[in-house]
């Protein structure tokens, strides 16, 4: 994510340039500075330098290591279950930003007009309060409500008449099932950030389009959807990062499985580094996670010139 | 991503004021679709709490529980018998409090340093830690876990706040918001004599009340439910976390029943509803404002 970072303001501007001065805010800075730099070189900068040059050994953090040049890299574009954790880990991320985006507008549109006012607070907490929660606490519940025999959505759906499938057991029920999963969870976020940039959508520009005869469907598409674009773009940037990096609920629920119907590339990088203990080959697949969240960021942005309106 | 949007971040949660006036049968309608939403999403956690204080035997009996009968305490007294309950929120408050004060702590001074001092490097240094933002934690978590191993702090509870102690979102965030405070406030505190970390403790720190409690509540909340961390530095139950030792009473030795797993997420979860019912607006107005001026 790139952030703007304003020009540096000095608070000495105009001031006759002094050396023991100059000299003495150097040192307060690194003095102020240093235990942030010594932490982001420890547990950051450094470690992500140690990342790539672990990618180009063959360690099981007991042998010595060993050199072993590209040989992690080529293994890891004939491994044969990479395809299937990489094509697993964008479905669930291109579904994570659709469900996720629409819903929490849709849903933020829904409670942002006169309604009855307990409705619209209940509905707002009810949608929100899931995001608190640990993955953990929200990953275990799910695995009972998903229950076939005495889980509440087996219940409700048999009562209209649909056979649930076995979520975790039908390999192709189990990625929808934590989509779903994580759509319960994590929507509360999205649509704090969609009822936010409803407010930045300007009245006055709704009453004069209205005024100029505009219907709903036009004032929603030519007024608040650009108006919005910004937030928006901001949500499909975080839902996008976030949900590729998908590991919490797969590992406490699935374990990757059935059939590596739900193996992402995280859950994989983890059974790879810290069970099988391969580090160098997991230090590649996670210089792997990082370029492709890099390199598919950057297409967003390059994306967004066309449709996110900057005000 | 530098997102200019102001809003009025403590109403999100509160409904818009309504005109008082008849109200067409569609617009009914529509609450009752708004209303059945709410009750899809809230039903999970309902029968959260139903059945894991109904009797063992009956909680998981169909028709589903939505109100506990017969009563029970019996799931929650065994989830205790079975984890170290009361050790592992121990450790979690432990963790997140060391966490949260240690890295707004370092990220006051950093801010401090980028926000009001000038010295050579220092733009290079704050664009430098925000390109950090993008690397994801699986990556630099290899190399941590073979640090935390070299320094025999694997399965210690310092490993699980060590490295949380540096938030580059905190700097940044930080520096943001003491830009915005005028900086005729510090001229004038320097020509009363006062020093950088008088003006920083004194008065900026004060001014900062907003965005310092929005990122303690954000770094409680990341704090107190990673799983990731605990997963790879923890394996001692006495040192696990709550959201590690709820996995671990599910998975461990054979598995807790299910009544008895859902009385121990049930004793998660509660302390968080309370809490979230207690200071709504703040839980709200942190991830909005965190969220969009990140």
Known sequence: MTVGVAPPVSIDAGAPPRRRARRRQTLAGLAFLSPALVLFIVFIAGPFAFAIFLSFHSWDLLTPREYVGLENFRQLFSDPLLPK???????????SVVTHVFGALLLALAVNRPMNRFVSYFTRSAVFFPYLLSWAAVALLWKYVLDPSFGLVAYYLDKIGIDAPNWFVDPSWSLPAIIGIDFWYTIGFTFVIMLAGLQTVPAELVEAARTDGANRWQVFWHVTVPMMSPVLFFAVIITFIGAFQI????????????D??????VMYLYQTGFQAFQIGYASAIAILVFVVIMAVTGLQFLVARKWVYER | MSLRVDVDANDLLRPRERRRRRRRPGAIAFDVVVLVIGLLMAAPLVWLFAASATEPGEAFTLPPKWWPTPFSTENYSRALDLVPFGRMALNSVIVAVISVGGSLLVAVLAAYAFSRLSFTGRDKILVLMLSALMVPAQLTIIPVFVLMRNLNLVDTLTSLWLPALINVFAIFFLRQYFNSIPRELDEAARIDGAGHLWILFRMLVPLSGPALSALAILGFQASWNNYFGPLIFISSPEKMTLPLGLVTLQSG?????????FAAIAMVVAPVLALFLAFQRNFVASVATAGLRG
């Open chain 2, 253 to 261: 030795q054979g598995g807790a029943p299910a009544a008895v797993v």
């Open chain 1, 85 to 95: 954790a990489m094509l697993n880990t964008f479905l669930f991320a291109l579904a």
């Open chain 1, 247 to 258: 590991f919490d609920p797969i590992q406490i629920i699935t374990k990757g499985g059935p």
């Open chain 1, 260 to 265: 590596d119907a739900t193996m992402t590339i």
